[in-house]
Nanobody, 125 residues
């Protein structure tokens, strides 16, 4: 059974850091593109970052570029999202998902499936 499970969320002060984990079961993450997405209250689901299945190239939303880093841990069948210099506007539920696509423009929610249940990230003083 294919499953993705996010963890690592929590409450952090502005400027702080968190590392989110996306742990997979039922498939090997290194054969798939993995994406991180987030949804804040009252807002639409948006892309945060993706890592491509064929060459591990990475994509970041402009709002997180330079602060967030996506990476694979093939030994643990996981993908991580290291989040530094967190801001209040990063507050959201964060989800990971998988896609077999990695062509131009693939890093959008509609291209992904097998979504995890999400983990809450709250950035507040």
């Amino acid at each position: 059974q294919v499953q993705l499970a996010e963890s690592g969320g929590g409450l952090v002060q502005p400027g702080g850091s968190l590392r989110l984990a996306c742990i997979a079961s039922g498939f090997r993450t290194n054969y798939w593109s993995i994406g991180w997405f987030r949804q804040a209250p009252g807002k639409e689901l948006e892309t945060v970052s993706c890592i491509a299945r064929t060459d591990d190239s990475t994509h970041y939303a402009d709002s997180v570029a330079g602060r967030f880093t996506i990476s694979r841990d093939n030994a643990n069948n996981a993908v991580y999202l290291q989040m530094n210099s967190l801001k209040s506007e990063d507050t959201a539920v964060y989800y990971c998902a998988r896609s077999y696509d990695d062509g131009p423009g693939y890093c959008l929610p509609a291209a992904f499936g097998s979504w995890g249940q999400g983990t809450q990230v709250t950035v507040s003083a």
